[in-house]
């Protein structure tokens, strides 16, 4: 019997000694991350602005514009004020974006590629930004590639000559790096119509309201397929600012009886889909 004691002593040694080896690399490895999110975060501080969010009724628009137009806000130049918005979503295999999100990530990243018309081509400009949030700092990151570009992004080939063409475009080599390192895919795409404000006090301060929310997976889309409605008879507003708020936002808030509210469309979009296509047990 002193045998197999002996065999268990030296085994339940190498298993404590292995606990703390295991224990000490992880001590290393969130010393790291830390590190890491503390340089990330300071870095979005520096370069972010602030992105507050409001869930309003859609027919309670033509009264919000009014009030907006009275207290001085000037459309936006771009298209007159109104124009569609239609982002494509990427994510990894395992939708670690999605994710992030529902799991109240601190520091969450999303990737898109966006266009202000109905439908993508493969003629014209597409905006490729990524969306790093940290609490309320909001950081997007924008470059703009042309059709064939685009078009090489979805089917993943000749990323490298994309690279090498706009070698000197910092923003998209950082999105690549990001679509290539985490293996980002088309996921889903989101639609809807833009009112777009614009005012000054210190810095620009930009608001926006959304309606209409619609979407499809990519592969939907790309086959003419329908769209489904998100947060129907709803409407997202957003004030969008860096530096103080003006005077007539507190008014706001309290004569619409306004509180802010967490709203992710790309998350809401999949919540949507999947309540349409719900998976069997």
């Known amino acids: 019997m002193a045998e197999p004691l002996f065999f268990r002593k030296i085994y339940l040694k190498m298993l404590l000694s292995r606990l703390r080896q295991m224990h000490y690399l992880c001590l290393k490895g969130q010393s790291f991350r830390s590190k890491s999110t503390d340089i990330s975060n300071k870095h979005m501080t520096k370069n972010s602005r602030h992105e507050f969010k409001y869930i309003i009724d ?4 033509p009264i919000f514009e009014e009030y907006l137009q009275k207290i001085g806000l000037d459309k936006d130049t771009a298209q007159d004020g109104s124009y569609i918005v239609t982002s494509l ?12 999100k529902l799991s109240g990530v ?3 990243r999303k990737m898109r590629a966006r266009i202000y018309e109905n439908s993508f081509s493969y003629g014209g400009d597409v905006w490729l930004e990524i969306k790093e949030k940290h609490n309320m700092n909001i950081r997007k990151i924008r470059s703009v590639v042309d059709g064939d570009g685009f078009a090489s992004l979805l089917h993943n080939t000749d990323v490298a000559a994309l690279k090498s063409r706009n070698g000197n475009d910092a923003q998209l080599r950082k999105f690549l790096h990001y679509f290539q390192m985490k293996n980002y895919h088309p996921n889903i795409v989101v639609r809807y119509k833009r009112s777009a404000y614009v005012s000054y006090f210190l810095s620009e301060i930009r608001l926006t309201i959304d309606y209409d929310i619609e979407t499809c997976a990519w592969s939907d889309f790309v086959d003419n397929g329908g769209m489904f409605s998100v947060a129907p008879g709803r409407a997202v507003m957003e004030v969008k600012f ?15 009886h306004l509180s802010r509210e967490p709203f992710s469309k790309y998350t809401n979009a999949i919540d ?7 998976i069997g047990r």
């Open 106 to 108: 601190k520091f969450r």
């Open 242 to 256: 860096f530096g103080a708020m003006p005077w007539w936002f507190g008014d706001m808030v309290r004569r619409f």
């Open 58 to 61: 859609a027919h309670m628009m």
């Open 89 to 100: 979503y990427f994510d990894t295999p395992l939708l670690d974006d999605y994710h992030d």
């Open 272 to 278: 949507a889909l999947t309540a349409a296509y719900p």
